[in-house]
């Protein structure tokens, strides 16, 4: 007797194996099948909003990803709607809705030249039809960035001008230093030579004696101005 019972608790079990991986299975098909009719209707509604990216979603989205007017559906809401016209009237209002709402915002950011500019906007509705957003915004300080601009502008002005000074400087004082070369450098090269002679003869060669004639150009110069200087007086 004790073997029969346990023969048909064994069958017992196998017969609920086979019916909860049939239940199972059943699920699943119709699981999925909901998911493609959600897809299929969803693809309706998003001609019919063309300004906002429809999804199916489960919870708003809170990551700062870049993407804006964004709207997420409750899956529940999407199968509500599909079964219920009433449902379908009145939710299907509230996308558009939505859409109006969204696009109003941007055009009025734009007309009236705000510095708030949108970088990630991500709107919801449950299953419910209830509404939510999260939205990531940067304020643009153009005034400040226009007097940013003039002072880098100006400091880069300043610093030029600044190079080019010191520049006719530096010329200035290389040419100074050329002058008192050049007004020195013929007594020293003499010199050297009348130490460097055991005969007490010197000898230029043509550049050194091209040194000797422009020195005495020179000189001559500064007399006859003198002179004249001396007449007029």
Do not use: W
Not at 33 to 41: L, V
Not at 53 to 66: F, H, M, P, Q, T
Request: proline letters at 1%; one cysteine or more.
């Amino acid at each position: 007797m004790a073997m029969e019972i346990s023969s048909n608790y064994s069958a017992y079990e196998s017969i609920y194996a086979v019916q909860k991986t049939e239940t199972e299975k059943v699920k699943s098909q119709e699981s999925g099948s909901r998911k493609s009719n959600n897809e299929e209707y969803l693809k309706s509604l998003q001609k019919q909003v063309p300004y906002m990216k429809l999804r199916i979603g489960s919870a708003v989205n809170a990551k700062n990803d870049g993407q804006v007017d964004v709207l997420d559906i409750n899956p529940k809401l999407l199968e509500k709607m599909q079964k219920d016209p009433k449902a379908a009237k009145e939710y299907g209002q509230r996308i558009k809705d939505v859409e109006n709402a969204h696009k109003f915002v941007d055009s009025y950011l734009k007309s009236t030249g705000s510095t708030v500019t949108v970088v990630c906007s991500h709107a919801y509705l449950d299953e419910n039809g209830n509404y939510c957003n999260f939205t990531v915004s940067v304020h643009k300080d153009t005034l400040n960035e226009k007097l940013r601009k003039e002072a880098e502008e100006n400091a880069k002005k300043q610093i030029e001008k600044t190079r080019e000074s010191l520049k006719k400087k530096a010329e200035e004082l290389e040419q100074k230093i050329e002058e008192k070369e050049q007004e020195t450098s013929v007594e020293e090269m003499i010199d050297k030579k009348l130490a460097d002679s055991e005969d007490g003869f010197i000898y230029l060669d043509d550049k050194e004696m091209q040194q000797v004639i422009l020195k005495t150009k020179e000189e001559n110069a500064k007399k006859e101005a003198g002179t004249y200087l001396d007449v007029q007086v």
